[in-house]
């Protein structure tokens, strides 16, 4: 700080009654000048001084300068968060302390549990899905005999509620949600997909008795059904707002489709039937534009097959036809691998910025004895498994047929069988919008976390996929695949045990299974906090990304040894997932929050590991540590404050690297000139 400045502002606060000048002191000073300065504990010991400095405090510009200046994994920002005098002046500050109080508390030797809340989800609860943000859950429900997709507001001030429903023709599988573009505007687009009988099928089947992961045949023919359905932002914004009373009749005419057509809070994007069976449903965006894509084995040499549907041009789906992939023999010498071999997909992560995608392949190698079987000497195959990266086809609106041979791959598992891979997605939209973070776009591109639960022995093993840089001519990062970046980091064993795994790029929860329970709902025997100890190879070139506090006197923890931890959810909630099953879960690693419900229940368990005061619960605290005269206290303060505020968002300011909905910007007005 200027060194005259800072004179200023200690005569200031040297009178004997400070705050009696807080009308002569000018807001935009203390913006532009003063609040840079000041770490998080100040702004929140200034906070106690008075009523005039509790609501400056408040002001959003300086949590968006906290937000800038953190170097640590963020929650993203909602694209509809506007900067207005509304209760999303406080989603800032809810952002950083989220932040800040899950990165404390999930590197502690033992992450306790801040807060629990539950929701009364009305119907019995299939599957869920937590958006990036933790604000809003998508859930699977079913009564005795229909099905619907159901959205929730987690963070009302009056509690988590109902925001909408609609109904799907069965059961819903491999249920995805994200935030989105479509159409040039901003959605929740949800994708799922469907089992239905084809035409003549018996009547007395329900393709929604079978389990996702079923391995006999079904008794009559099946079709899949890839169903897509988007809500506006704009109409969400509207249910989800504090100030609307979510029982009211306003907001309840608004919950679900009505018979004249005016109230539609989920919009059908795309309904494409599939013959062959169907995994790995996805969504991502390419160049703005919102995507399915979706994994299909049809072919007879057993090669799988992408399926990539452009959701505003969804009549001809793009086939992507992935070539078996030649490892050189000294790719391990226990292994010889050919193209003849039968190998399949078993995930995909797509990659827009480079127009690539990233696939875990399969490959039967031989047989081997099979140690999970009661009959002894059964044989069964052994596989081989090998990360690759592909090239995406340019054109996705005429459907054409797309043979792409692997540009790269790793063998990073010669010998093992492994049921699921998960590949991470970014926190933020996987286009790279810089409007979702307000962290400089010129840092290193997180890792892609690759996570394999696998049999024999019953483990979880995690890798890591690093960027490197490259400059063509300005730098930039990007992922590609060999024994430089592609690094193993831990495995869990999880033997007597079923390991599974709730993926993150930075954390991730890990859970285990009663192995012979073999139910949709199996018995949940532990849930596990996993942090990556972050390893890289010796001749990776580029340097650990600096985590240091600059907004905290203090820096952050150092990562605990031990990287798989028990959490303590409480002895009555362990019993109860040990007893009933686990019926779904759902996580978010942005600000650690985690959605549970048992088998066949209704009641959804919230649980989260990050602190943040909701804006009603700050003025009501500050209400009860005055309440003598609160009532009767002079606003002038208050006023003054509201007034400098109104005069600074007159000048029609923007704030760079923000959404356009926001009106700030720290370094011109609106004549182009500089402030500072």
């Known amino acids: 700080m200027d060194s005259g400045i800072y004179a200023k502002v200690l005569r200031f606060f040297a009178q004997p009654n400070p705050t009696s000048a807080a009308a002569n002191f000018p807001l935009d000073i203390f913006l532009d000048n003063i609040s840079p300065h000041l770490q998080l504990e100040d702004i929140l010991a200034l906070r106690r001084v008075n009523k005039y400095y509790f609501h400056l405090t408040h002001e959003p510009l300086i ?23 509304q209760s999303s ?8 302390s989220r932040a800040v109080s899950i990165e404390d ?27 990036p943000g933790g604000k809003y859950l998508v859930a699977s429900i079913r009564d005795n005999y229909r099905f619907f997709i159901a959205l929730y507001h987690l963070d009302h001030p009056s509690g988590p509620h109902i925001l909408a429903r609609c109904q799907i023709p069965t059961k819903a599988y491999q249920l995805q949600a994200k935030y989105m573009t479509y159409k040039d505007k901003p959605v929740i687009m949800i994708a799922h997909l469907c089992r239905v009988l084809n035409e003549g099928g018996p009547a007395n089947i329900d393709p929604a008795k079978f389990a996702n992961n079923a391995t006999i045949d079904p ?17 969400l914004e509207l249910l989800a707002s504090v100030h609307r009373d979510p029982t009211g009749s306003e907001t309840t005419k608004h919950k679900f489709w009505s018979s004249d057509g005016r109230y539609k809070p989920f919009i059908q994007t795309v309904q494409l039937q599939l013959k062959t069976p169907t995994a790995q449903l996805s969504l991502y965006s390419q160049s703005g534009v919102a995507h399915a894509s979706i994994v299909q084995e049809a072919l ?28 050189p023999h000294g790719a391990n010498r226990a292994v010889n691998l050919h193209p003849s071999m039968k190998q399949w997909v078993k995930a995909v992560r797509h990659i827009p910025e480079q127009n690539q995608v990233l696939i875990w392949r399969t490959i039967v190698t031989g047989q081997q004895l099979d140690p999970d079987h009661p009959e002894p000497h059964r044989l069964a195959e052994r596989h081989a498994h090998g990360i690759e990266i592909l090239d995406m086809p340019k054109d996705t609106i005429q459907g054409e047929v797309t043979f792409a041979t692997p540009r790269a791959g790793c063998l990073v598992l010669p010998v093992g069988n492994v049921q699921v891979v998960h590949m991470t997605d970014d926190i933020w939209p996987s286009d790279g919008q810089s409007d979702f973070t307000l962290q400089a776009s010129s840092q290193s591109l997180p890792p892609i976390s690759v996570f394999a639960e696998m049999t024999s ?12 840089e490259v400059r063509t001519p300005k730098l930039k990062y990007i992922y590609d695949i060999h024994g430089i ?70 820096n952050y923890k150092r990562m605990p040894n031990n990287v798989y931890t028990q959490l303590d959810i409480g002895l009555e909630a362990a019993a109860r997932y040990r007893v009933h099953g686990l019926g779904a879960i759902a996580w978010d690693q942005s600000i650690g929050r985690v959605c549970l419900t048992i088998g066949g229940g209704r009641l959804i368990e919230i649980l989260d590991f990050s602190h943040a005061a909701l804006p ?61």
């Open 63 to 85: 949590w968006k300068r906290f937000l800038q200046e953190l170097r640590i994994p963020l929650p993203p920002i909602r694209p509809t968060l506007s900067y207005s005098v």
């Open 89 to 96: 002046d406080y989603e800032f500050e809810q952002l950083v």
């Open 105 to 131: 508390n999930w590197r502690k030797r033992q992450p306790t549990v801040v807060s629990t809340k539950f929701l009364d989800a009305n119907l019995e609860v299939l599957d869920m899905k937590l958006l």
């Open 219 to 235: 008794p009559a023919s099946i079709s899949h059904l890839l169903r897509c359905v988007h809500v506006d932002l704009s109409t």
């Open 300 to 327: 007879p040499n057993g090669q799988d097959y992408i399926v990539i549907v452009n959701l505003e041009h969804p009549r001809q789906p793009c086939i992507l036809v992935c070539q078996p992939h030649v490892y």
């Open 457 to 468: 022995p019953q483990c979880v093993a995690h890798w890591h996929i690093w960027p490197e």
């Open 485 to 554: 970046t592609v690094t193993k980091q831990t495995r869990h064993d999880a033997d007597p045990y079923i390991g599974h795994v709730l993926p993150g790029v930075f954390r991730s929860l890990v859970y285990t299974t009663e192995r012979t329970d073999r139910t949709a709902t199996p018995s949940l025997t532990s849930l596990r906090r996993y942090i990556s100890p972050e390893f890289q190879s010796d001749w990776y070139p580029l340097a650990r990304v600096q985590r240091d506090s600059t907004v905290e006197r203090h």
């Open 616 to 676: 009603v619960e700050r003025f009501l605290d500050w209400k009860m540590a005055n309440p003598e005269g609160f009532e009767h206290m002079e606003d002038d303060g208050e006023n003054e404050f509201v007034a400098a505020r109104k005069a600074r968002s007159n000048r029609n300011v923007q704030c760079t690297g923000v959404n356009e909905d926001m009106d700030v910007d720290v370094n011109a007005d609106s004549d182009g000139q500089e402030l500072f």
